[in-house]
């Protein structure tokens, strides 16, 4: 138990009992299924970048760059330059048409524009990775949270915080996701960049980052660090490929973009929340580099996000500190699984005032699978988030295509994301991660999607289609 833990408890259920609020007085604005599943279409600019920002900073991610923070330093800046990179192609490629294509769930997209059965093998796929995604987010809340509670049993504990999330989400759906997201993330935005400002004052006195890493570590310098062993960037370009290739089909992103109130606020506020996640999670890269410095014998990495939060803040924000992480875990969860609702709705057809109990249900159904997983399943959990993303890449073709190109035709979509799935698939099992099958996945397996498609599709050309990206 960590010192003065029942003040920090309840300086945790002070701020989880503001999030309760805000979802017990949003309840009623989310009595239609609209707004249950897309916030009645009319999420401004503000709200939006929130959301979108407090989706991406999620705790199984926290947990894995500050772990690489710790052991690789400054370089580790590399892997927040992923999402910024990512995020802009998102921004460039997709943002706009899928709020112009503004349906309920992005699998809707591979049914309209090539056939229903690739629709449903599209949200199956999709479901399977996101399934996998938040396995992952329970996984690292509980890493989290544990040192609060270290005498409850892991599963039990996981088990509470999926509960919670569940609680939230419940009652109002996205209404109550954007509505939290928003006061998380002005409490994030404020919280954690203090962070680093505590670790360098604390390591600044002990010789700072120069006292624990080694000179090629401090800089961040593709070409020299390439096969460098703390992080080699051949598998930060890796995971740049497949960022860009799979953030496109994200669900939890095409929801948030149907849910916008208008294209141009969309485009805005991907493109703000880029630069926003990448400075959140640099910051955080930072601190734990200086964590390092400051206590460098750390039996498991994983644990540097808590340690931090627990080590440096004054005693009466610990606990809000505490509560921060949970709710970055709670906002990425909450939004996964609502867009997971939505998929199903749009498959079932659960569009009607009479089935929000049955989107209730399934949201239900998520949660309990998510939490067997993220707690008998997830070892390490950078690892097992790049491995879910194995599906969705397949999809870059289908889904590009299905916006841009009137010629690609449902056999080149089946084909490519057949080429895509076994490729990820041989790829992990012959190779494996400790091979860095990363690399060879994306690097050859992405264009072999893209050409896959293009051929089978110029062969089985009978006049096109055109491109779907309107109501």
Same mark, same amino acid.
């Not at 089909?249 to 506020?269: L, N």
């Not at 841009?404 to 449902?410: C, K, L, V």
């Given at each position: 138990m960590i010192e003065h833990a029942p003040f920090t408890i309840a300086d945790m259920l002070g701020f989880l009992g503001l999030l309760g609020l805000i979802v017990w007085f949003s309840r009623r604005a989310a009595a239609s299924p609209g707004a249950f599943l897309i916030a009645d279409r009319a999420v401004g600019l503000f709200p939006l970048v929130a959301t979108l920002v407090m989706t991406e900073f999620n705790t199984s991610t926290l947990v894995a760059f500050t772990a690489a923070g710790y052991r690789a330093g400054p370089m580790a800046l590399a892997l927040p330059l992923v999402f910024l990179i990512g995020l802009a192609f998102y921004t460039v490629t997709v943002a706009r048409p899928w709020k112009r294509f503004n349906r309920l769930s992005v699998a809707e997209l591979f049914s309209e524009r090539y056939s229903p059965a690739l629709g449903r093998l599209a949200s199956l796929m999709l479901l399977a990775a996101m399934i996998g995604f938040c396995a992952t987010y329970v996984k690292s809340m509980g890493l989290i949270l544990q040192p609060l509670v270290p005498s409850l049993p892991f599963w039990l504990l996981t088990a509470v915080l999926s509960a919670v999330v569940l609680a939230v989400i419940v009652p109002g759906g996205l209404t109550s996701v954007v509505k939290s997201d928003v006061v998380s993330?002005?409490?994030?935005?404020? *919280?954690?960049?203090? *962070? !680093?400002? !505590? =670790?360098?004052?604390?390591?600044?006195?002990?010789? @700072? !980052?120069? +006292? +624990?890493?080694?000179?090629? %570590?401090?800089v961040v310098a593709p070409i020299a660090q390439w096969t460098h062993p703390a992080l080699p960037f051949w598998f930060v370009t890796s995971l740049v490929v497949l960022t860009c290739f799979t953030y496109i089909?994200?669900?939890?992103? @095409?929801?948030?973009?149907?849910? +916008? %109130?208008?294209?141009? #606020?969309?485009?805005?506020?991907?493109a703000c929340a880029s630069v926003l996640v990448f400075m959140l999670y640099g910051s955080m890269v930072l601190a734990a580099a200086h964590l390092r410095v400051i206590t460098p014998g750390l039996t498991d990495p994983q644990t540097a996000m808590p340690h931090m939060v627990l080590a440096w803040l004054p005693l009466g924000v610990r606990g809000v500190g505490l509560?921060?992480?949970?709710?970055?875990? $709670?906002? #990425?969860?909450?939004?996964?699984?609502?867009?997971?609702?939505?998929?199903?709705?749009?498959?079932?057809?659960?569009? =009607?005032?009479? #089935?929000?109990?049955?989107?209730r249900l399934s949201l239900a159904g998520f949660a309990v699978v998510s939490w067997a997983g993220g707690t008998f399943v997830v070892d390490d959990i950078l690892s097992r988030l790049i491995l879910a993303n194995i599906p969705v890449a397949? $999809?870059?073709?289908? $889904?590009?295509? =299905?916006?841009?190109?009137?010629?690609?035709?449902?056999a080149g979509a089946w084909a490519s994301m057949a080429v895509g799935i076994a490729w990820g698939g041989v790829c992990f099992v012959v190779i494996g991660e400790e091979g860095g099958y990363t690399w060879t996945w994306a690097m050859y397996g992405v264009p072999a999607i893209f050409i896959t498609g293009i051929v089978v599709s110029l062969s089985t050309q009978r006049g096109g289609a055109a491109p779907v990206d309107h109501p």
């Open positions: 993330f002005a409490v994030t935005i404020v *919280l954690l960049p203090s *962070l !680093l400002v !505590l =670790g360098v004052s604390k390591s600044s006195s002990l010789g @700072g !980052l120069q +006292a +624990a890493f080694p000179a090629d %570590q401090l089909a994200a669900p939890w992103y @095409g929801q948030k973009m149907f849910a +916008a %109130q208008d294209e141009r #606020t969309a485009f805005v506020a991907v509560a921060v992480l949970f709710a970055a875990g $709670l906002t #990425t969860l909450a939004g996964v699984w609502t867009a997971m609702a939505a998929m199903v709705a749009g498959d079932f057809n659960w569009h =009607g005032a009479s #089935t929000i109990g049955m989107q397949a $999809l870059a073709f289908a $889904l590009l295509a =299905g916006f841009y190109w009137p010629r690609a035709t449902a």
